[in-house]
């Protein structure tokens, strides 16, 4: 498990120009929802291009536990013969999700519809993540919900017998939360009705589409209103999954802050609801270009070409905050190196994140010469076109602080340290050697 592993400090040093391929694993997102969705299918679910990181690991081994069979047939290729909706079985053990918030709610929300129990728990991070926005909800389909204090982990679920279908407006913008309740619909009689005010990521929408079942989304005065008429037979899908897009962040990074570089990043998903980094970019000067735009497994994707070249501060509205929630870390590095202010508004949900994502974003910039502000739900960083570096970021297992502070020290004056490199292996277990084949200088 990625939270047993010993602390990893890595530095990485000013590098020549970046080039070639920077081919990025399987969308994180897309992967857990495969496993999860294949192991309520009825048949045999082939997925191919799953993320191997460990996140997806942890919950490729609950669906086992969960009674699916699940087995790996090759590099990225995984079968998963399913028990169809409401046939999940008792697990033996407890739920162990490591650091992935995505996996844990999603697979409480998979399960609270079942009269099983199930124990979920989870590393450091995981542990001190908050839950009950996803267990307020599943109680209301009739789940009995233990958990420790304030609503963290560890959980104990006994899932309803009878469960009640529920309409539910999501207090905050979380395809996590919003997933885990049409999970649960889906073993709930009638039509399950989530409400939110800013749309976010839809992947679970798409594929439960993609597995058979009754689903629509419609945009009314009350936001994006997603409607799931429970109890589909889910029928086993072959599942190709996109490359990542929050991964490919990190290259594309690389690529527009050393000088000289110029790189190829293929078949990244382009979902709308995923672009908000690739927006803001275009909007700084960056220089991208989109190729081969085409259709794969039901999401968008594309080739992109990235060159380095002279950026501009710019304003992230809030509203654009879901559609790159996981891209802020890399964003402000990328805004220390260009010229003028960066605000990102709207950002108050990375304060829950693997880490509080402001503050340690902030303190680990501020530790290598940049300025920054904060406020509970904004960040400002103040671009100067060069970074000094020489200092050492904490990364209070994040994978993605740690990727973006390695990041940041490819065009620093000094060398960037960072304190652990290992919880990268949860979303992107190849970073380093994908990095190091495109000419980044780091170890
Ligand atoms: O549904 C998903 O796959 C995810 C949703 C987001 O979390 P929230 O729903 O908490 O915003 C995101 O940060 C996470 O990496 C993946
Ligand atoms: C927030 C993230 O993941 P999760 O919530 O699944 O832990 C992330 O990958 O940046």
């Not at 450091?124 to 009995?144: C, E, H, I, N």
């Not at 490919?248 to 293929?266: D, Q, T």
Request: glycine fraction near 12%.
């Amino acid at each position: 498990m990625s939270h047993s592993s010993d602390p990893r400090p890595m530095t990485a040093r000013r590098s020549g120009p970046l080039t070639g391929t920077a081919t990025v694993p399987g969308d994180k997102s897309i992967s857990h929802r495969a496993l999860i969705l294949g192991a309520l299918s009825v048949g045999e679910t082939r997925i191919t291009g799953l993320l191997e990181g460990q996140d997806v690991l942890d919950t490729a081994k609950a669906m086992a536990a969960f009674g699916a069979q699940v087995e790996r047939v090759g590099d990225g290729e995984w079968s998963v013969h399913g028990v169809g909706v409401g046939g999940y079985s008792e697990p033996d053990g407890v739920i162990d999700c490591g650091n992935s918030g995505t996996g844990v709610r999603l697979i409480m929300g998979a399960m609270a519809t079942t009269p099983i129990a199930a124990t979920f728990t989870g590393d450091a991070s995981l542990s001190r993540r908050p839950m009950a926005r996803v267990t307020d909800p599943l109680a209301l389909f009739g789940a009995q919900i233990t958990a420790r204090e304030g609503g963290r982990l560890p959980i104990t679920i006994r899932g309803a017998a009878n469960p009640l279908p529920v309409r539910y407006h999501t207090p905050v913008a979380s395809a996590q939360i919003k997933s885990a309740i049409l999970l649960a619909g889906l073993n709930a009689p009638g039509e399950t009705v989530v409400i939110e005010t800013e749309p976010t990521r839809d992947h679970s929408e798409r594929m439960l589409a993609g597995f058979g079942a009754d689903i629509r989304t419609e945009r009314t005065d009350e936001g994006h209103v997603i409607t799931l008429q429970g109890r589909p037979e889910l029928r086993a899908q072959p599942v190709a999954v996109p490359r990542d897009p929050s991964s490919a962040a990190f290259p594309v990074a690389a690529a527009l802050i050393v000088p000289g570089s110029e790189i190829r990043v293929p078949g990244v998903s382009r979902n709308p609801t995923r672009d908000g980094l690739y927006v803001t970019l275009l909007e700084m000067g960056a220089d991208i270009i989109v190729e081969n735009e085409r259709e794969e497994g039901g999401e968008p994707v594309a080739d992109l070409v990235v060159r380095h070249g002279s950026l501009k501060g710019v304003t992230v509205p809030a509203g654009r905050a879901a559609s790159m929630i996981d891209e802020f870390p890399i964003l402000s590095v990328i805004a220390a190196f260009a010229e003028g202010r960066t605000v990102m508004n709207g950002v108050s949900e990375l304060r829950v994140k693997e880490s509080d994502r402001i503050d340690a974003m902030a303190r680990g910039l501020e530790a290598n010469g940049v300025r920054v502000e904060e406020t509970k739900d904004s960040l400002t960083v103040h671009g100067m076109g060069r970074v000094p570096g020489g200092g050492t970021a904490v990364t209070h297992l994040d994978h993605r602080i740690a990727m973006s502070f390695l990041v940041l020290g490819l065009a620093t004056e000094e060398p960037v340290s960072i304190d652990d490199g290992a919880p990268i292996a949860t979303s992107f277990p190849d970073f380093l050697p994908l990095m190091r084949r495109i000419g980044a200088d780091l170890g």
